[in-house]
């Protein structure tokens, strides 16, 4: 029995409409976008999305309120259509040796199934061709989570890579996939299905997941707050997001997503690094694998060659507690240097009150720095490139 089947009569979108937010408001856009579109398109129409083109996807940017869905995740819960990621399963008898070579973090730190983690998969220059999740499935296959944008170059990197080895590469376009995420989430969801899968999360630990019948759940999320992303076939999709919805679970699109990742000092592939930046640069050192030395992961020798000679450029936060909103691709003004740096994501942080930001910043910089906003030079704090983690402000 799949994990939605158990207990509950499905719910029409009409049904699911009393349970909506205060203020919610009703936004529609014209079908002139036409890319490709989740099995769940349809629901963020009926509930009011604004429709966008996010790397060739038909996605919700909001549903009335970026802001109030941003507080909703943070405060309570929230929940968002993943379906444009790629997911990806490696199977075959070569699948852990092949994994050890195109990523740079080493798989064999997965000990056991629904164990994952986190890596770039890198060119031969040290260059991030994406970021992503690799998951250690049963009997020795993995699952790789890229993203939607990178596709087409992901899948064509890894058949390259795969040459000559015994290995399987499976896209997987029969899944959908919702992110559950707040500190109500873990309980919202397990009261919305089955037994067994109210237990399996249960036992989650934080970036794992596990097998129930068809569906697989992780405790994985791009918000820094605790939650799930489900994987689970598309046509059942729908049933379950308006299932969600009916228990009180509002939609949060991509808008809020962007404020909630950036609040967490979470990488945005093509923002905050691409293939002409390394993890040494982009604050992903933590995900390279340098032991046991002889394992020769692609993009390896390059990225030895730049430690040895120390990395000119590192990512850091930046803060403005005055007026203003800090913008990707802003001048950053090092004193001292006559190098710039960059900003890289930038915002207006719900959760803090005042705008924040990612920025690459010669590496010789100090607690303090200056933005060019409009003509003017204004002063910022440099951070860890961290500012929210469950719902609090992590910085000095």
């Known amino acids: 029995m799949a994990a939605w089947q158990s207990g509950f009569t499905p719910v029409s979108t009409a049904t699911a409409r009393q349970f909506k937010m205060p203020g919610l408001i009703q936004v529609h856009t014209s079908e002139s976008t036409m890319g490709n579109r989740t099995p769940l398109y349809q629901a963020h129409r009926d509930l009011g999305a604004r429709i966008i083109d996010f790397g060739g996807w038909d996605m919700p940017l909001h549903y009335g309120s970026q802001i109030e ?199 945005l592939y093509g923002n905050d690094m691409d293939e002409t930046v390394s993890p040494l640069e982009a604050n992903m050192a933590w995900t390279l694998a340098w032991e046991p030395t002889n394992r020769q992961f692609v993009g390896r020798e390059a990225l030895e060659q730049q430690r040895l000679a120390g990395s000119g450029e590192r990512l850091v936060g930046l803060v403005l507690e005055g007026k203003g909103v800090l913008r990707a691709h802003q001048t950053v003004i090092v004193p001292g240097t006559a190098q710039t740096g960059e900003i890289t994501s930038g915002t207006f942080s719900p959760t803090l009150g005042h705008a924040i930001a990612l920025a690459r910043v010669p590496a010789e910089t100090g607690d303090s720095c200056l933005v060019e906003m409009r003509g003017k030079r204004v002063p910022v704090r440099v951070v860890k490139p961290c500012f929210v983690r469950k719902g609090k402000k992590v910085f000095n």
Request: aromatic residues 8%; proline residues 2%; glycine residues 10%.
């Open 69 to 267: 869905e941003h507080h909703r995740v943070r405060q309570h819960c929230g929940m968002f259509d993943v379906s444009h990621m790629t997911v990806v399963d490696i199977t075959g008898t070569g699948a852990r040796q092949y994994l050890r070579i195109l990523l740079a973090n080493d798989v064999d730190k997965l000990k056991s199934a629904g164990k994952a983690l986190y890596s770039a998969m890198l060119n031969h220059e040290g260059g991030v061709i994406d970021d992503l999740i690799a998951y250690a499935m049963q009997d020795g296959n993995y699952r790789l989570v890229v993203n939607c944008a990178t596709r087409d170059k992901d899948l064509a990197w890894m058949w390259q890579q795969a040459a000559g080895q015994d290995v399987k590469i499976v896209e997987r376009p029969d899944l959908a996939m919702i992110a559950i995420q707040g500190p109500e989430a873990v309980a919202r969801v397990k009261s919305l299905v089955c037994d067994q899968a109210a237990t399996a999360i249960d036992h989650l630990a934080a970036f794992s997941g596990v097998e129930v019948g068809r569906w697989f759940i992780a405790r994985t999320g791009y918000t820094g707050e605790d939650g799930v992303e489900i994987m689970l076939p598309g046509e059942q999709a729908a049933e379950f997001w308006m299932r969600l919805y009916a228990g009180g679970v509002m939609p949060a699109g991509l808008a809020a997503r962007d404020t909630l990742r950036l609040e967490a000092g979470m990488n």
